[in-house]
């Protein structure tokens, strides 16, 4: 009888202390609840309500009396509750952190503490949760490590190897990324802090000096740098690399650190430079081309002409070697091609030049020849060597060869001249029934004159004003519109009339007459392009050759500066060509006079590109704006698939290069539509204009309209 209102009176108690709680939780300003033993909810604060009508969706759900799990997501439920488990076992407190989603998919972060409530037996009887909502404290580092997953994502899948160094000559990693595995074969960690291996140690070692001066030079100038070496693998496999980055402060007043990527480039250097040898090369004997041994003769004149050496130029012919084709067959007329070309090349000096000129004939270039004696001994070797035996499949042959030599600078002053009367001697030589080498012989006295004759009127042609430029206008091949025009000197003598360039620029070579000549043409052309500019034509620039000479001058950069302070002409519509044979001597020396001349703001341009033996490691460190397809190539386009195989090249690695191309010697329209269509940039040439004095040039930019 007495039990029922004892069990009334222990109802009113429950009811007055979820009343209790309720009041108590109201004044929390944070979300707060309490939870019975089982994690069912028995009082909830207007927070938590809206928390949970946020994340559910829906307004006013009844709360008590429900647990986690009717109300989150499985794994979260299961989370709190463990959590409550541990609190009211260990009848203590618990921090931790949750992510609540509301309906419309926001992330909203809480800091929850749990307190187990303990009744008066001393047990746990529940807990008190309270959320303390940190988002927009916590959003930073959200975003932080987000954001280092998304820089780790990438770094992973980065096509190449990203770094942070040390600027010192250990190249010492601070941070290297996963791609250095694939790059090198080493795990990153072996590098950094040079726990295992330094960077430099895998560098080849010919490589390593150049690479290093490379980046600070470019450090020191603007922060950014980029160099190209070779490594070598955990493998052992060499590979080419492209280094590129930009140095940054470390902080603390630690110096300079460097950042950047490093990708494999092997591929891309084998092709270019696979390029650059068809283009300078004979496809078949693999011996060099006419245009280069044209500027092998060049450097072997120039070095004749400084050290007073003879340099020897040969061409040899194979003694009837039509016959051989007509019967033994094509196949075996190119086998013994090549093994002629061998023979040659065995019976040289390396640095002595072997070249292909023809169906049968090759030519040679003799470096440093004290005399006549010197040379004949060369010729005799190369006549034993070619009437070796050769075994061309089951037949045994025996062939001859006939060869004229011309020696500098007794036979002549140029290349064209040297391999020409070379060629006269060789078919003096078969006309005297071959296997015999014959010089050649000219009545040396009467050209001496005819020299000193016109060296001395040289000297005095500026001061009578025999010089005149003409000017010769160069196209944009994309719209057709004149970008420049090319400076053109000539010689109009009162006796001689017009003098060919090619006639008295040697002449002018050989003197210090290029120089003052170069710095009137030079003057000159920066004036008459000034002038044309006040007058209100389009002209774009004036390009104006510089020949070795000039490019040697100390004080070239001086002459240029006054030159241009005098005449007004801007920098920028000034472009100074130098032969691609001249770039190739004392590489250092020439980077650093053409960065000189870049500084000034003036365009720089590589003249006659592809009858030089231009290294692409080389070519890639001039700071060059454009090269010039030389015209032997221009006029063979269409003529000669070699021709218009070098041209493509040449093409295709100026624009590898980041180059403009522009292809001179242009006369005819099939020639322009190959050059437009394999992505050529300009021309020059008798197509487009003829070299046209001032006057007429002026007549010609009226009839095309004023800037």
């Given at each position: 009888?007495?039990?029922?209102?004892?069990?009334?009176?222990?109802?009113?108690?429950?009811?007055?202390?979820?009343?209790?709680?309720?009041?108590?939780?109201?004044?929390?300003?944070?979300?707060?609840?309490?939870?019975?033993?089982?994690?069912?909810y028995?009082?909830?604060?207007?927070?938590?309500?809206?928390?949970?009508?946020?994340?559910?969706?829906?307004?006013?759900?009844e709360?008590?009396?429900?647990?986690?799990?009717?109300?989150?997501?499985?794994?979260?439920?299961?989370?709190?509750?463990?959590?409550?488990?541990?609190?009211?076992?260990?009848?203590?407190?618990?921090?931790?952190?949750?992510?609540?989603?509301?309906?419309?998919?926001?992330?909203?972060?809480?800091?929850?503490?749990?307190i187990?409530?303990?009744?008066?037996?001393?047990?746990?009887?529940?807990t008190?949760?309270?959320?303390?909502?940190?988002?927009?404290?916590?959003?930073?580092?959200?975003?932080?490590?987000?954001?280092?997953?998304?820089?780790?994502?990438?770094?992973?899948?980065?096509?190449?190897m990203?770094?942070?160094?040390?600027?010192?000559?250990?190249?010492?990693?601070?941070?290297?990324?996963?791609?250095?595995?694939?790059?090198?074969?080493?795990?990153?960690?072996?590098?950094?802090?040079?726990?295992?291996?330094?960077?430099?140690?895998?560098?080849?070692?010919?490589?390593?000096?150049?690479?290093?001066?490379?980046?600070?030079?470019?450090l020191?100038?603007?922060?950014?740098?980029?160099?190209?070496?070779?490594?070598?693998?955990?493998?052992?496999?060499?590979?080419?690399?492209?280094?590129?980055?930009?140095?940054?402060?470390?902080?603390?007043?630690?110096?300079?650190?460097?950042?950047?990527i490093?990708?494999?480039?092997?591929?891309?250097r084998?092709?270019?430079?696979?390029?650059?040898?068809?283009?300078?090369?004979d496809?078949?004997?693999?011996?060099?081309?006419?245009?280069?041994?044209?500027?092998?003769?060049?450097?072997?004149?120039?070095?004749?002409?400084?050290?007073?050496?003879?340099?020897?130029?040969?061409?040899?012919?194979?003694?009837?070697?039509?016959?051989?084709?007509?019967?033994?067959?094509?196949?075996?007329?190119?086998?013994?091609?090549?093994?002629?070309?061998?023979?040659?090349?065995?019976?040289?000096?390396?640095?002595?030049?072997?070249?292909?000129?023809?169906?049968?004939?090759?030519?040679?270039?003799?470096?440093?020849?004290?005399?006549?004696?010197?040379?004949?001994?060369?010729?005799?070797?190369?006549?034993?060597?070619?009437?070796?035996?050769?075994?061309?499949?089951?037949?045994?042959?025996?062939?001859?060869?006939?060869?004229?030599?011309?020696?500098?600078?007794?036979?002549?002053?140029?290349?064209?001249?040297?391999?020409?009367?070379?060629?006269?001697?060789?078919?003096?030589a078969?006309?005297?029934?071959?296997?015999?080498?014959y010089?050649?012989?000219?009545?040396?006295?009467?050209?001496?004159?005819?020299?000193?004759?016109?060296e001395?009127?040289?000297?005095?042609?500026?001061?009578?004003?025999?010089?005149?430029?003409?000017?010769?206008?160069?196209?944009?091949?994309?719209?057709?519109?004149?970008?420049?025009?090319?400076?053109?000197?000539?010689?109009?003598?009162?006796?001689?009339g017009?003098?060919?360039?090619?006639?008295?620029?040697?002449?002018?070579?050989e003197?210090?007459?290029?120089?003052?000549?170069?710095?009137?043409?030079?003057?000159?052309?920066?004036?008459?392009?000034?002038?044309?500019?006040?007058?209100?034509?389009?002209?774009?620039?004036?390009?104006?050759?510089?020949?070795?000479?000039q490019?040697?001058d100390?004080?070239?950069?001086?002459?240029?500066?006054?030159?241009?302070?005098?005449?007004?002409?801007d920098?920028a519509?000034l472009?100074?060509?130098?032969?691609?044979?001249?770039?190739?001597?004392?590489?250092?020396?020439?980077?650093?006079?053409?960065?000189?001349?870049?500084?000034?703001?003036?365009?720089?341009?590589?003249?006659?590109?592809?009858?030089?033996?231009?290294?692409?490691?080389?070519?890639?460190?001039?700071p060059?704006?454009?090269?010039?397809?030389?015209?032997?190539?221009?006029?063979?386009?269409?003529?000669?698939?070699?021709?218009?195989?070098?041209?493509?090249?040449?093409?295709?690695?100026?624009?590898?290069?980041d180059?403009?191309?522009?292809?001179?010697?242009?006369?005819?329209?099939?020639?322009?539509?190959?050059?437009?269509?394999?992505?050529?940039?300009?021309?020059?040439?008798?197509?487009?204009?003829?070299?046209?004095?001032?006057?007429?040039?002026?007549?010609?930019?009226?009839?095309?309209?004023?800037?």
């Amino acid at each position: 009888m007495d039990a029922a209102p004892d069990l009334m009176q222990q109802g009113n108690i429950d009811r007055l202390a979820q009343i209790l709680a309720r009041a108590l939780l109201s004044a929390i300003a944070d979300p707060a609840w309490v939870k019975d033993a089982t994690g069912r909810y028995t009082a909830v604060n207007s927070a938590c309500q809206q928390v949970c009508d946020s994340h559910l969706g829906r307004t006013n759900v009844e709360i008590v009396g429900l647990t986690d799990f009717d109300l989150f997501p499985a794994e979260d439920a299961e989370c709190s509750r463990q959590e409550e488990r541990d609190v009211m076992a260990a009848r203590g407190a618990l921090r931790s952190e949750r992510v609540v989603h509301t309906a419309q998919g926001e992330a909203r972060q809480f800091e929850i503490h749990r307190i187990a409530l303990l009744g008066e037996d001393g047990q746990a009887a529940g807990t008190l949760g309270i959320a303390h909502d940190v988002t927009d404290r916590v959003a930073p580092a959200v975003r932080l490590r987000a954001s280092e997953r998304r820089l780790a994502t990438l770094m992973h899948n980065l096509p190449g190897m990203a770094y942070r160094r040390l600027n010192d000559a250990e190249w010492t990693m601070e941070f290297v990324s996963e791609g250095c595995r694939e790059l090198t074969g080493f795990a990153p960690g072996d590098f950094v802090g040079d726990r295992v291996r330094k960077w430099n140690s895998i560098i080849v070692p010919e490589d390593l000096e150049r690479a290093w001066h490379e980046i600070q030079d470019q450090l020191g100038k603007g922060g950014r740098y980029s160099s190209e070496y070779r490594v070598v693998r955990a493998d052992g496999a060499l590979r080419w690399v492209s280094e590129r980055g930009i140095g940054v402060a470390a902080g603390g007043g630690a110096g300079v650190v460097v950042e950047g990527i490093v990708t494999d480039i092997t591929e891309t250097r084998y092709y270019l430079e696979e390029m650059v040898h068809r283009a300078t090369h004979d496809t078949l004997t693999g011996v060099a081309n006419r245009p280069l041994l044209i500027d092998h003769l060049r450097h072997g004149m120039a070095y004749g002409q400084r050290y007073e050496r003879m340099v020897g130029t040969l061409v040899v012919n194979i003694d009837h070697f039509k016959y051989v084709n007509q019967s033994l067959g094509h196949d075996a007329g190119d086998q013994l091609l090549k093994e002629i070309a061998s023979r040659l090349r065995k019976a040289l000096r390396d640095h002595d030049t072997v070249a292909r000129l023809g169906a049968d004939s090759f030519a040679m270039v003799l470096i440093d020849q004290e005399n006549l004696g010197a040379a004949s001994q060369v010729m005799t070797r190369l006549l034993d060597a070619v009437r070796e035996p050769a075994q061309l499949g089951a037949e045994e042959v025996v062939v001859t060869c006939s060869i004229g030599c011309t020696l500098f600078p007794l036979d002549g002053d140029d290349p064209e001249t040297l391999l020409r009367r070379a060629d006269t001697a060789m078919r003096r030589a078969r006309n005297l029934g071959g296997d015999c080498f014959y010089f050649y012989s000219a009545e040396s006295d009467r050209k001496t004159e005819e020299r000193l004759h016109l060296e001395t009127n040289l000297r005095h042609a500026v001061e009578r004003g025999e010089l005149l430029l003409q000017y010769q206008p160069q196209m944009n091949l994309r719209d057709g519109a004149l970008i420049g025009m090319e400076a053109l000197v000539r010689w109009k003598h009162p006796e001689l009339g017009m003098v060919p360039p090619g006639r008295f620029i040697p002449v002018a070579e050989e003197t210090d007459l290029i120089v003052s000549l170069g710095t009137w043409i030079l003057e000159e052309a920066c004036r008459q392009t000034r002038s044309l500019l006040d007058q209100g034509f389009a002209v774009g620039h004036v390009a104006v050759n510089l020949s070795a000479r000039q490019f040697r001058d100390r004080r070239l950069i001086e002459r240029i500066d006054e030159i241009l302070a005098r005449t007004g002409l801007d920098p920028a519509r000034l472009e100074l060509e130098i032969t691609e044979s001249l770039v190739m001597r004392d590489i250092d020396a020439v980077v650093a006079k053409l960065k000189d001349l870049k500084a000034f703001g003036v365009q720089l341009a590589i003249d006659d590109f592809g009858t030089g033996y231009s290294s692409l490691s080389y070519l890639r460190r001039f700071p060059i704006d454009r090269i010039k397809i030389d015209q032997s190539f221009t006029r063979e386009v269409t003529s000669s698939v070699d021709g218009a195989t070098i041209a493509r090249a040449i093409i295709q690695l100026g624009h590898a290069l980041d180059l403009r191309v522009i292809a001179e010697g242009v006369e005819t329209e099939s020639q322009l539509q190959f050059l437009r269509e394999n992505g050529c940039d300009e021309i020059q040439g008798y197509l487009y204009a003829r070299p046209l004095d001032p006057e007429a040039l002026r007549d010609m930019l009226c009839a095309g309209g004023r800037s």
